[in-house]
């Protein structure tokens, strides 16, 4: 056994005990994202009426709140993945339902008027991204969601 700096003296002790040289195999490990399950036609014309249904608040006093709400009471077992995506629209618009209320006590001090009309634009402009999300096969996340409802 030689001390040469430059060698390491494990390498050669297990050159010496196997009588050979040792090859060492890295193997490349692929991780792919986990797929999600897919979905049937006709859970993804529920996922779709969940997000849409928000649209009846527009008519219906209350209506965003209680259209994802039916959907979500009578799909989620049924169809885990409306029953998700309508969970999802539920708490957006219970969110909506809330800052609403905090700009109707802020009209006192005018600015509540401008954060009402930004805020139902904001929820349109949402549900229609989250129905076009949806029918393109995508998940959709509502920003500034409060999950009351998880």
Same mark, same amino acid.
């Given at each position: ?15 010496? @005990? #196997? &009588?050979?040289? =040792? !090859? ?9 994202? /986990? ?29 965003? @709140? #209680? &259209?994802?709400? =039916? !959907? ?9 993945? /409306? ?30 008027? #401008? ?14 991204? /989250? ?20």
């Amino acid at each position: 056994m030689s001390k040469d700096a430059n060698h390491d003296p494990f390498e050669q002790m297990t050159d010496e @005990v #196997f &009588g050979q040289e =040792v !090859i060492e195999e890295v193997e490349e490990q692929v991780y792919e994202p /986990a797929q999600e399950p897919t979905a049937s036609a006709d859970e993804k014309q529920w996922m779709l009426f969940a997000h849409l249904s928000a649209l009846a608040g527009y008519v219906i006093p209350f209506g965003s @709140v #209680f &259209g994802p709400l =039916v !959907i979500w009471l009578m799909k989620r077992e049924e169809m885990p993945l /409306a029953g998700k995506h309508a969970r999802e629209a539920l708490n957006f618009q219970l969110s909506i339902a809330l800052y609403m209320m905090i700009s109707v006590v802020l009209i006192l001090v005018v600015v509540g008027i #401008f954060l009402l009309i930004g805020l139902a634009i904001f929820q349109l402009v949402a549900i229609i991204m /989250a129905a076009v999300s949806v029918s393109g096969g995508k998940e959709y996340k509502y920003p500034i969601t409060i999950n009351f409802i998880k």
